[in-house]
């Protein structure tokens, strides 16, 4: 099983960049972390797709799980049992 990593809205792909940005200042790539911000651990259970200067970018937001393709329903039901059982901060 291959998990590709696309914007649930426009299916744009991360190339590994430091897109996100958490209100403790910290940019990363959200996806190499769940969406917890290595530097405050906070958790984001949405993520926004970078807007424009960024090729196919949306900019709007989507439930971080759903960025994730092709996880069988086991792994999915773990992720968000994962991500339900910490706070959770939209911005």
């Not at 649930?8 to 910290?26: L, N």
């Not at 259970?45 to 970078?50: F, K, N, Y």
């Amino acid at each position: 099983m291959k998990i590709e990593i696309l914007c649930p809205k426009c299916s744009w792909k991360p190339d590994g960049g430091p897109y996100w940005g958490c209100i403790c200042g910290h940019n990363w790539n959200t996806f190499d972390t769940c969406g917890k911000c290595p530097k405050c651990s906070r958790t984001w259970a949405q993520t926004q797709c970078p807007g424009p200067g960024f090729p196919g970018g949306c900019g709007k937001w989507s439930a971080h799980i759903d960025w994730y393709r092709n996880l069988d329903d086991e792994l999915r039901k773990e992720i968000e049992e994962i991500l339900n059982s910490v706070p959770a901060h939209v911005e």
